[in-house]
């Protein structure tokens, strides 16, 4: 079992910036990848960055130069640096971590999920 808990949502103006942190703990040995994901009220859930263990990043498209998932290996910790926010920002985020082969997720964790607001 993998056990994941972020910290740094809250409430920030347009144009602002908010580092979110996911500290992992448990059987971390057998993750390969984690992310984040975020959701908005009456939206699905949607992938916003994540990070392989090479160093391998993929981001979705509407926070591309904006967002970035830099990783601390020796401290557990993957980060989400939101800058430039906006109000379509607006969602509750989540830490993930897993494994995956080939494209096969073979495990899947999440964390509580952390609120970010965006006001305009």
């Known amino acids: 079992q993998v056990q994941l808990v972020e910290s740094g949502g809250g409430l920030v103006q347009a144009g602002g910036s908010l580092r979110l942190s996911c500290a992992a703990s448990g059987s971390i040995f057998n993750i390969n990848v984690m992310g984040w994901y975020r959701q908005a009220p009456g939206k699905q859930r949607e992938l916003v960055a994540a990070i392989a263990d090479g160093g391998s990043t993929n981001y979705a498209a509407s926070v591309k130069g904006r967002f970035t998932i830099p990783k601390d290996n020796a401290k557990n910790l993957v980060y989400l640096q939101m800058n430039s926010l906006k109000p379509e920002d607006t969602a509750v985020y989540y830490c993930?971590?897993?494994?995956?082969?080939?494209?096969?997720?073979?495990?899947?964790?999440w964390g509580q999920g952390t609120q970010v607001t965006v006001s305009s």
């Open positions: 993930n971590a897993g494994r995956q082969v080939m494209g096969v997720i073979q495990s899947e964790y």
